[in-house]
């Protein structure tokens, strides 16, 4: 199990998990994955986050084994070339060292700017566009064990990042009864684009360590069933996340990823950019 855990820590926070960018390879999928087939990215409203500190208490299960697992998000408010941004870092807590994927998103569309991961995994990702026609480029490099390669990918659409980008993503839409949006995200493991189906199921009231909230229970699907699973978005914007049970279907076996709001610190507003 200790030679699976560093994996299995990748796609902690993919629907992220949970994360599209974490599942196995999908041979039947073209090599740009879904385009017109999904829906969703004109929803987004970046300005309906803000910044905010959360904690999670998170439980790995695999093969009749649990590990037990921590982590902080943190969502601020920044400038990157100018431009407006949110900064998102995930830093989480394992057995066998911190793991961190920090990501900077336009502050309106919230489509990818950068994206950093360190750990026992490095990764340097930058992504360019939407141009005209509406495509984006990714680029960068991925290194493991010592193993650098390089990751260069056309994105024929808008495309997210992979990690929490698109639970997020979807958080920032106008939910409501029913509602439902599939996104693109982006797998640098195989640098192949997935699609993430949400869909707003139902509400309710859900207890915490951090308090109870009022929730919309949404399902997920990332990867035609590589990441299923149920997450809670509080129904009070910002709609960060405060509880989800996933499971990820892989070659070595599924796993169930399990997280609880322990803590939260929503921010006031002081900057005017």
Known sequence: MSQLLPRC????????LFSAATAAPTAAQEPDGPSSDTSGFEEIDGTRLAPATLSYDATMKMGGRSRDLSSTQTYARTSTGGANTWTLVNKIETPGGIRTDSLIVDRSSLLPISRHLRGRVEMDLTYTGPSAAGGMEVSGTMKRRGQSRPVSKSLNGSTLA?????VVAFGAMPLGPDFRAALRVFSPQDQSVKRAEFEVTGTETVETPAGSF??????????????????HLRKEAPRYY????????????????SQTLSSMELKASTDAQ
Do not use: P
């Open 242 to 257: 405060v509880k989800w049970q996933t499971e990820v279907s892989a070659g070595r076996g599924t796993r169930t990823i």
């Open 214 to 231: 009022e929730t919309y229970v949404v399902d997920l699907n990332v990867g035609e069933g590589q990441i299923t699973g149920t997450v």
């Open 9 to 16: 820590i990748l796609t902690l926070f993919s629907v992220v």
């Open 162 to 166: 992979g990690g929490v980008h698109d």
